[in-house]
C-alpha cells in the first residue's frame, strides 16, 4: 500500500551477505550457493581461492603497467633524442638467445622469423622479458653491411633464470652507446660516428656490438619513427 518494502531482520543479514559476496567478484550462482548451500569450511575455500585469483591478476597488471610504462619510456627517449655519444656500464643480464649463421643477410631488414622465434621461446615459457628485442652480431665491426653473411644473434633480456639450452649470464662490461632514428638503411652511418668517437679517445672494440631495438616494427609503422641503440663493448 505505501510501495515500501519492508524486510525482517534475517531478509537484512541475508542482503548484507549478498552484496558483500557480490562485491568480492563472485558470480550470481556462486553467491547463491554460499548463501544458501554453504557451510564455514566451503565458504573459507571460496575466498581462499578468489583471494589467489585476485593476487594472479594483481601481478598481471602490475606487469602490463611496468610494460606499458617503459613503452612510454623509450618513446619519450626517441622524441628527446639527439646525436649524442656516451660511455655507459652495461649490466650482468640473463638472456634468452638464438645465435646462427645467416646467409644473404640484409642489413637494412628486419629478420621477422628470427624475432619472433625469441618471443615464442619467452612466451611458451612463460617469461618476463626485461629489454626490447637486441641483434648482436658476432663478427668484425660494420662486418654485416659489408658481406653477405653474418653470425647473428638474437635476444632478449628477461627476469627469470630459467635452465635450459636457449638461456645465458652475461657478464657487465662497459660500453660506448648511442642512438639511431630511422631507417636500419642509415645504421652503417651512425655506426660509423660512434667508431671515430671512441677510436679518437684511444678505446678499443672488445667484444660483439649490439643492436636494441627500441622502437620497432613491432610498435610504429613508419620507419623513420624506428629508435635502434647501438652498444659497442670497448676496454
Not at 551477505?17 to 554453504?38: A, D, P, T
Not at 619472433?116 to 629489454?131: G, M, Q, T, W
Not at 636457449?166 to 645504421?187: D, I
Not at 684511444?202 to 635502434?228: H, K, R
Request: net charge neutral.
Amino acid at each position: 500500500e505505501t510501495n515500501y518494502r519492508y524486510y525482517t531482520e534475517d531478509q537484512m543479514l541475508t542482503l548484507h551477505n549478498i552484496r558483500k559476496l557480490k562485491n568480492y567478484g563472485f558470480s550470481l550462482e556462486e553467491v547463491h550457493n554460499l548463501v544458501y548451500n554453504s557451510d564455514i569450511d566451503v565458504l573459507r575455500k571460496s575466498l581462499s581461492t578468489r583471494l589467489k585469483d585476485i593476487h594472479e591478476k594483481i601481478t598481471s597488471f602490475q606487469n602490463l603497467y611496468n610494460e606499458i610504462q617503459n613503452s612510454i619510456e623509450k618513446i619519450d627517449i626517441n622524441l628527446s633524442q639527439k646525436d649524442n655519444i656516451f660511455i655507459e656500464e652495461v649490466p650482468s643480464r640473463g638472456l634468452i638467445y638464438t645465435i646462427r649463421h645467416e646467409k644473404n643477410f640484409k642489413s637494412d631488414r628486419i629478420p621477422v622469423s628470427r624475432w619472433f622465434e625469441v618471443f615464442e621461446i619467452i612466451r611458451k615459457n612463460r617469461l618476463k622479458a626485461e629489454s626490447s628485442i637486441m641483434a648482436t652480431y658476432h663478427n668484425q665491426p660494420l662486418e654485416q653491411f659489408l658481406k653477405s653473411d653474418c653470425e647473428l644473434e638474437i635476444s632478449m633480456a628477461v627476469e627469470d633464470s630459467p635452465s635450459f639450452p636457449f638461456y645465458k649470464k652475461t657478464p657487465s662490461f662497459r660500453a660506448v652507446c648511442t642512438f639511431h632514428r630511422g631507417s636500419l638503411s642509415g645504421l652503417i652511418n651512425t655506426y660509423a660516428k660512434a667508431i671515430k668517437w671512441l677510436n679518437a679517445r684511444n678505446m678499443q672494440i672488445n667484444g660483439a656490438i649490439t643492436e636494441e631495438f627500441l622502437i620497432s616494427p613491432t610498435d610504429v609503422n613508419d620507419e623513420n619513427d624506428y629508435l635502434t641503440k647501438i652498444i659497442i663493448p670497448v676496454k
